[in-house]
């Protein structure tokens, strides 16, 4: 039997397709002309407030192999805790610092790499005091859904055993994966991240 032309089927899915750099960062994969800079690759200026810090990490999947197309995006507060965000109430935040950037992981290492700043607490709902903290954003060819998760600072510790998202996760070792542990690099605190996307220590994601 013919179907009624009026009924219309849902369409099939597709996995992200490996063009998402092509559309936001264009000059990475040396499509030049689209625009000068790829956008969000600069977090700080030599007038930005607050303590430099600089993070890094890698994406692995479920076998431990590198996620090497995968695109990373950073959302955090300014060294007072205020947001670059015309939703931001409290008060202005730091002209000098941008409060976003984008990345896409080196092809070569699959490692990313952003010079940030320390931010400030911002308020949970309630008003208690949140524990410093990164908001990372990942997409790769396969993810359909973009993930959320959060980075906070391994030498914040007073802080981290405080902040009422880490609290709500239950068990040490989940926990564990949403704090970066702290080296030195050339006179500059270094934070790792590691995001590893299923299988043993999985990093915990945020429905955000």
Do not use: C
Request: avoid cysteine; charged fraction near 25%.
């Amino acid at each position: 039997m013919a179907q009624r032309l009026d009924y219309l089927k849902e369409s099939p899915s597709q996995t992200a397709g490996p063009y998402v750099h092509i559309g936001t960062n264009p000059n990475w994969v040396e499509i030049t002309g689209v625009w000068k800079d790829d956008l969000g690759l600069v977090l700080v200026g030599p007038e930005t407030k607050g303590e430099r810090v600089i993070i890094e990490g890698t994406v692995t999947d479920g076998a431990g192999n590198l996620v090497r197309d995968a695109l990373i995006e950073i959302w955090q507060a300014d060294a007072e805790g205020l947001h670059n965000s015309p939703q931001e109430t409290r008060g202005t935040a730091d002209p000098a610092f941008a409060g976003w950037a984008r990345q896409p992981v080196s092809e070569k290492d699959g490692t990313f790499r952003f010079e940030t700043i320390r931010p400030g607490r911002v308020p949970w709902p309630d008003g208690r005091s949140q524990a410093p903290h990164v908001t990372i954003w990942i997409v790769a060819r396969g993810i359909n859904l973009g993930l959320h998760t959060r980075l906070y600072f391994g030498d914040e510790v007073e802080a981290n055993a405080a902040d009422p998202l880490l609290n709500r996760i239950p068990e040490p070792a989940r926990r564990a994966t949403l704090v970066a542990p702290r080296s030195m690099r050339d006179g500059l605190p270094v934070f790792t991240f590691d995001i590893r996307l299923q299988g043993e220590n999985e990093t915990v994601f945020l429905d955000m």
